[in-house]
T-cell receptor, first 115, second 115 residues
């Protein structure tokens, strides 16, 4: 079945760039997502990329997709302390023929930003 | 604020008991998804309803059930609770339920503690 994997921790200094990596197994994934979870809060959709794209930029966020290696990354430029959170990579679940919208999530990468 | 409302925010109950978690989706959203977030399993999809009907089922135990009412709010019923059911339960909603990009908005979650 589908699986999404991420490293569990990342620590960076304020002002540096953060790169959070994710690998997925389903080569037919159409959309791939990045969600952010702050302590005690729900999941906030940060950005998504369609599988026919290699890159998507949205202000400080850059998503890179390597379909050959099934690798997705999220780069946060000029990382701030407010970016400290858990970041989840997710792909659409194909088990139901695409007739639904549920997601398969990675275990999340905890980003710690040091001042 | 995502527009998805979950109640209660916290719930403490004893083993063997039954609880009901409630979710009100964003206005206009027809799909409701339930996810369980635990430390060991991460974020797991439980079940999806679309316009009152069950659309997809994930790793939902037989002791758990859900429904979506005509006003589109949803309830997740957890019975014969065990210590291992302690987790954060998220509800998400989206406009559609198909394989198109159905951006899902998450509620703040209900933290269930079984003692």
């Amino acid at each position: 079945g589908e699986d999404v994997e991420q490293s569990l921790f990342l620590s960076v200094r304020e002002g540096d760039s953060s790169v959070i990596n994710c690998t997925y197994t389903d080569s037919s994934s159409t959309y791939l997502y990045w969600y952010k979870q702050e302590p005690g809060a729900g999941l906030q959709l940060l950005t998504y990329i369609f599988s026919n794209m290699d890159m998507k930029q949205d202000q400080r966020l850059t998503v890179l997709l390597n379909k050959k290696d099934k690798h997705l990354s999220l780069r946060i430029a000029d990382t701030q302390t407010g970016d400290s959170a858990i970041y989840f990579c997710a792909e659409k679940d194909k088990n139901y023929g695409g007739s639904q919208g549920n997601l398969i999530f990675g275990k999340g990468t905890k980003l710690s930003v040091k001042p | 604020d995502s527009g998805v409302t979950q109640t209660p925010k916290h719930l403490i109950t004893a083993t063997g008991q039954r609880v009901t978690l409630r979710c009100s989706p964003r206005s206009g959203d027809l799909s409701v998804y339930w996810y369980q977030q635990s430390l060991d399993q991460g974020l797991q999809f439980l079940i999806q309803y679309y316009n009152g009907e069950e659309r997809a089922k994930g790793n939902i135990l037989e002791r758990f059930s859900a429904q979506q009412f005509p006003d589109l709010h949803s309830e997740l019923n957890l019975s014969s609770l065990e210590l291992g059911d302690s987790a954060l339960y998220f509800c998400a909603s989206s406009v559609g339920g198909s394989g198109m990009n159905t951006e899902a908005f998450f509620g703040q979650g209900t933290r269930l503690t079984v003692v």
